[in-house]
Every structure is written in structure tokens, then in C-alpha cells.
């Protein structure tokens, strides 16, 4: 078959063999379902035999003789294709069906965030549950109460004269507390004190005058502690005013220092030893003399523990 639209002679079979087997085949598919026609209908020519050799030619000048094709002899050929099954645009129920299965996925979607969040929520729920569980149950079996923390006596040195005019105007004061930390009322219950982060610091009327650290020790149930905390200070200059007021304290047997105190402690339960936790302690003091021998006449300390049944 030609690609212009012609078919050869040669390459088919007789008009009248072809055209049969044609007639045969239409009859049988124009009585079926029009969908199932056949999607290709030829129509042919009959071919014109080649020209007859001259009759006074020989017979092996005629053999010899090359046969030149004959010319192609005009042919159409049809195809025909249901209009069922020519799709050139979707059709509508195609759209409907990806919007349907696109509005499902979406929902899908949604509904297995939403599914993650409520697990999320009720894990988080859970979690809250038994931490609640767990603290009460160490409560009811321990019973943790905060220790009792008090300033014995509070010594003083590098102050002496600080009101005279004649006093020098760099002071490096020191002071050495006497804490008394009392444990008595956990008779199950042990606390790890780090001095490594911990902050001692001392200051009069809002001016800072010596810092220092807590001792680490550990206080077994039951246990009351006493110990020295050290806190110093150097070149200091203190304004007039100031001066004065300590003057004028003095004098009044009542000079007021305000201690305070930053330690983390860990605590002892049974064989389980929390994690570290801060403990801020602020005391204020009043002594009698600014002297290694002075008297404290007044003393208060509060204490917070960031646990909930510690904290006051």
C-alpha cells in the first residue's frame, strides 16, 4: 500500500475474490451493534492488465526483455472510527469522578491530622496522669517537708570605724554565718547540697558588700547541720550617706544585713536520687556591732523550693 492513498495490483488479491470477502464481511457487521463495526472499509479498482509484447518480437528477446511495473492504478481506502470512541475532550462524568476522588483525599487528609492530634493530646493526657500518680504516691510514702534554715550568730570584720572621718575609704569586710539547716521533720527523706552552683551573698540597704558559697554536704533523714558559711569583699568605697547610716546603726546596737542564698540540692529517696534543683534561702539580720563578736538580735529566713508541696 501506498503512502498517497493507492493500493498496487499486485499486492492484492483479484476484484472479484477481494470485493467478495468485503461484501461478506459489511453484510455480517451492519446486522450487529453499530460499536462493533469494523474500523477500516477499502474500496478497489480492478487493475488493467500490462500491454501484450508485439506479436513479431521472438519468444526469448520477450524472455530477456525486462518487465517494467506496471503504473499504480488509482485506489481509495476509507477509515472509519465510532464517534463513540473518539475521545478528543473528556467527557463530564471524568471530571466529576476526579473531583470526587480529589474531595476524598482532602478529607482523608484531614481526618488523619486531626486522628494524629487527639493521640498526641490523650499521650500528653496519660502522661500528666501518671506524673500526677507518681508524685502523690512518693507524698504519701514520704512525706517531704522543707528544712528549717537559721542564721546563728553572723561575724563581722573589715567594717570597724567605717563611721569615722578619719577611716580609710577602701573597706574589705567579711563575714562568716553560723547557719543552722534542720532536716528533722523528713524522717525518710535526704538532701544533697552542691556547693559547686551555689551563691552566698551579703549586702546592707541595697549595697552588695561580700560574696561567697555554700559548703556541699549531704544531711541524712532526721539530721540537723550546722556550718559556717564564708562570704568577703574588697575595695569597697562607700558614699557618705551610707557611711553615716552605719554609723547611726551602730550606735542603735542594730545593724541590718540581708543574706542571701542560691544552692541546688538534690533529694534522697530510698535509693533514688533526684535531679538538681534550686533552693533560694533569704535571711535578714540585725547585729549588735560591726565585730567579730557582735550579736544578732533579730533574725527571719524563708525558704523556696520549686516543688509543689515544699513551696511557702
Given amino acids: 500500500m501506498m503512502n498517497d492513498g493507492r493500493v498496487h495490483p499486485a499486492a492484492a488479491a483479484t476484484s472479484s475474490d477481494f470485493s467478495g470477502e468485503m461484501n461478506q464481511s459489511q453484510s455480517a457487521y451492519s446486522s450487529s451493534d453499530p460499536s462493533s463495526s469494523p474500523l477500516y472499509s477499502f474500496h478497489f479498482e480492478k487493475p488493467v492488465p500490462p500491454p501484450a509484447l508485439p506479436h513479431g518480437q521472438p519468444k526469448q528477446q520477450q524472455q530477456q526483455q525486462p518487465q517494467k511495473p506496471a503504473p499504480p492504478q488509482p485506489g481509495t481506502y476509507v477509515v472509519q472510527v465510532p464517534k463513540d470512541k473518539v475521545f478528543r475532550v473528556p467527557p463530564p462524568e471524568n471530571e466529576r469522578l476526579f473531583q470526587h476522588y480529589t474531595r476524598r483525599a482532602k478529607r482523608r487528609g484531614g481526618c488523619s491530622c486531626l486522628r494524629a492530634c487527639l493521640y498526641l493530646l490523650l499521650a500528653i493526657l496519660c502522661l500528666a496522669v ?4 507518681a508524685v502523690g504516691v512518693v507524698y504519701l510514702v514520704y512525706k517531704p517537708r522543707q528544712p528549717a534554715y537559721s542564721v546563728v550568730s553572723l561575724a563581722v570584720s573589715g567594717l570597724a570605724g567605717v563611721g569615722n572621718a578619719s577611716a580609710p575609704g577602701a573597706f574589705s569586710p567579711g563575714f562568716d554565718a553560723t547557719v543552722r539547716a534542720d532536716n528533722g521533720r523528713n524522717g525518710k527523706m535526704g538532701v544533697h547540697y552542691d556547693g559547686a552552683g551555689s551563691h552566698v551573698a551579703v549586702s546592707y540597704e541595697g549595697v552588695s558588700l561580700a560574696q561567697g558559697a555554700w559548703p556541699a554536704f549531704y544531711q541524712a533523714p532526721g539530721n540537723v ?5 564564708k562570704a568577703k569583699g574588697a575595695g569597697l568605697r562607700f558614699s557618705e550617706r ?10 542603735l546596737r542594730s545593724v541590718p544585713f540581708d543574706v542571701d542564698v542560691k544552692v541546688p540540692v538534690r533529694l534522697q529517696l530510698g535509693g533514688v536520687k533526684t535531679w538538681a534543683v534550686p533552693v533560694t534561702v533569704r535571711c535578714a539580720i540585725a547585729v549588735d556591732r560591726l565585730a567579730a563578736n557582735a550579736k544578732v538580735v533579730s533574725r527571719s529566713c524563708s525558704a523556696k523550693v520549686p516543688f509543689l508541696f515544699w513551696r511557702i
Fill in 130 to 133: 501518671l506524673l500526677a500518680v
Fill in 225 to 229: 547541720t550546722v556550718f559556717v558559711a
Fill in 242 to 251: 551610707v557611711r553615716g547610716q552605719m554609723a547611726a546603726a551602730e550606735r
